[in-house]
């Protein structure tokens, strides 16, 4: 079986934007504890940051990471995290039932952005929070000093402001589930007097409107357009959530679900531009799909439920080959939708639905950390439109599907192209033949494969590089074209230089 794909360095959707390479830190079982903060494991720092993780999630080259919530943060004060650390109090944490003692806090993730390069992205608390309280917390992270709140930073020892320009405006609010959970009318308003109250005290901060938590939801949709209306321009962006998963354990099925994926962005984008044309303007707000992974294997209650403890193992999901090519197809469906898609965070980065796992002073790396990192190490520049000609299949959940699921990203300044390509095929080698029509191709610059002989293997503590990505010299140039064949059940990520 051959695909034929053809690029035109012209035919361009837009520009990725860096920030679809982001992860998300919440106070949830391991993921802050014994995840990236540990003073006491063997491997701290002098602040405490576990220095082994931090180097595997510098190799996932994140852009922005999202803390401290997810569903904690409609219970969090952010106060109970700054000051003195003997001083902070240890609370009753509801979101997921544990023990809080607020050692981590809003210095503390500033650091740890600091130390990594990301850009900080704090979600507000519109669930048990005031719309007051969302302000204060800007005025502290971005005011010069010579206020009340302010100088309440400098004393925390940081008087030059942190100038942090991304914040939700709450999280999940039309889920029943959440504290302080309202019809969406009434988080509208709640929303609207918080954004605001936001942009008058910082006109620099940027505000991602809380959506619809999943096509699931009775009211998706209908939520997004109620919140958008009355936001209006206040909302730079309005979220997206999505988790996935095998449940009828069936994976031709499971691999086409990026059809599921492209659709509920078409369908949240197209929300955003009615909005906008009812109203009018000329500001759309955007898309921020603050979360998103596959997690389906710990789904029942007693999995989110940390019994009052603290640093619970809740959700540490093991993640296998065809849930790694489900990331990859997250992140392709991102940059062929990058004119609407400008902010993505994977949920989460360490321990809980994570990429990286720790026990002790041990690290583990998973499946879905390669295909994350061959995509973000190659994610800048324009995404370009392909004409993919090649077999299909019909899944019985998801509908018609290309056997390969397949984006591209031109990078002008350096001369190259970025090919990702998935063989969603368990048993055929898929053929590939590519032409870029208005260049000849000068070589391949780099290739990497992951590739797996079963759907379900997947790395251990016992066999920690079973599933890898791998240096793949199987493509072949003749100036005009690139082919390859690509073994089934892979995502490979190839660059090359173009004349």
């Given amino acids: 079986m051959t695909t034929s794909i053809e690029l035109h360095t012209e035919f361009v959707i837009d520009a990725v934007s860096p920030l679809i390479f982001g992860g998300f830190l919440e106070h949830m079982g391991r993921c802050i504890y014994e995840g990236v903060y540990d003073p006491d494991s063997a491997h701290a720092d002098e602040d405490g940051f576990r220095t082994d993780v931090l180097e595997a999630l510098r190799g996932l080259d994140l852009s922005v990471v999202r803390y401290p919530g997810g569903n904690f943060a409609s219970g969090y004060h952010w106060r109970d995290g700054i000051g003195p650390l003997d001083e902070r109090p240890v609370v009753r944490e509801l979101a997921w039932q544990s023990i809080e003692p607020n050692r981590f806090g809003t210095e503390e993730f500033l650091k740890l952005c600091r130390k990594l390069g990301w850009e900080p992205m704090l979600a507000v608390n519109l669930g048990t929070g005031t719309p007051e309280e969302a302000r204060d917390w800007v005025e502290y992270c971005n005011a010069p000093t010579g206020t009340r709140i302010a100088d309440l930073r400098a004393a925390n020892g940081s008087e030059p402001p942190h100038g942090?320009?991304?914040?939700?405006?709450?999280?999940?609010?039309?889920?029943?589930?959440?504290?302080?959970?309202?019809p969406a009318a009434d988080y509208a308003v709640r929303a609207q007097q918080a954004a605001k109250m936001m942009k008058d005290c910082d006109r620099s901060v940027r505000l991602v409107a809380c959506g619809s938590s999943g096509p699931q939801m009775p009211t998706y949709l209908d939520w997004d357009r109620v919140v958008l209306e009355y936001l209006g321009g206040l909302a730079d962006y309005v979220s997206l959530h999505r988790y996935v998963?095998?449940?009828?354990?069936?994976?031709?099925?499971?691999?086409?679900?990026?059809?599921?994926?492209?659709?509920?962005?078409?369908?949240?984008?197209?929300?955003?531009?009615?909005?906008?044309?009812?109203?009018?303007?000329?500001?759309?707000?955007?898309?921020?799909?603050?979360?998103?992974?596959?997690?389906?294997?710990?789904?029942?209650?007693?999995?989110?439920?940390?019994?009052?403890?603290?640093?619970?193992?809740?959700?540490?999901?093991?993640?296998?080959?065809?849930?790694?090519?489900?990331?990859?197809?997250?992140?392709?469906?991102?940059?062929?939708?990058?004119?609407?898609?400008k902010i993505a965070n994977i949920a989460q980065l360490v321990n809980i639905i994570a990429p990286i796992q720790t026990r002790g002073d041990d690290l583990l790396i998973q499946s879905t950390y390669w295909p994350f990192q061959m995509i973000s190490q190659?994610?800048?520049?324009?995404?370009?439109?392909?004409?993919?000609?090649?077999?299909?299949?019909?899944?019985?959940?998801?509908?018609?599907?290309?056997?390969?699921?397949?984006?591209?990203?031109?990078?002008?300044?350096?001369?190259?192209?970025?090919?990702?390509?998935?063989?969603?095929?368990?048993?055929?080698?898929?053929?590939?033949?590519?032409k870029v029509l208005d260049r000849a191709i000068g070589g391949v610059v780099?290739?990497?494969?992951?590739?797996?002989?079963?759907?379900?293997?997947?790395?251990?503590?016992?066999?920690?590089?079973?599933?890898?990505?791998?240096?793949w010299d199987g493509v072949h140039c003749d100036g005009q074209t690139a082919s390859a064949e690509l073994p089934p059940l892979s995502f490979t990520a190839v660059t090359f230089r173009l004349a």
């Fill in 378 to 434: 190659r994610g800048r520049g324009l995404a370009l439109r392909a004409s993919v000609r090649g077999p299909r299949y019909e899944s019985e959940l998801y509908g018609d599907v290309a056997l390969l699921d397949t984006s591209a990203i031109f990078d002008p300044e350096r001369g190259e192209l970025h090919l990702f390509l998935t063989n969603r095929s368990e048993s055929e080698v898929e053929r590939v033949e590519l």
């Fill in 245 to 341: 998963g095998n449940a009828n354990g069936v994976t031709s099925d499971y691999l086409a679900i990026t059809n599921s994926i492209d659709r509920q962005i078409e369908e949240v984008d197209a929300c955003c531009r009615f909005v906008q044309g009812k109203r009018r303007g000329s500001k759309r707000a955007y898309l921020c799909f603050d979360e998103w992974n596959v997690w389906y294997k710990l789904r029942a209650r007693e999995d989110m439920d940390g019994g009052a403890k603290f640093a619970p193992h809740l959700i540490e999901e093991i993640y296998n080959v065809e849930d790694a090519l489900v990331v990859a197809g997250f992140l392709q469906s991102f940059i062929r939708h990058a004119d609407s898609v």
């Fill in 164 to 182: 942090v320009e991304l914040w939700c405006l709450g999280n999940e609010m039309d889920g029943p589930w959440q504290l302080g959970h309202v």
């Fill in 446 to 471: 780099s290739a990497e494969q992951l590739a797996g002989s079963s759907p379900h293997d997947a790395n251990s503590w016992d066999e920690p590089e079973r599933v890898v990505k791998r240096a």
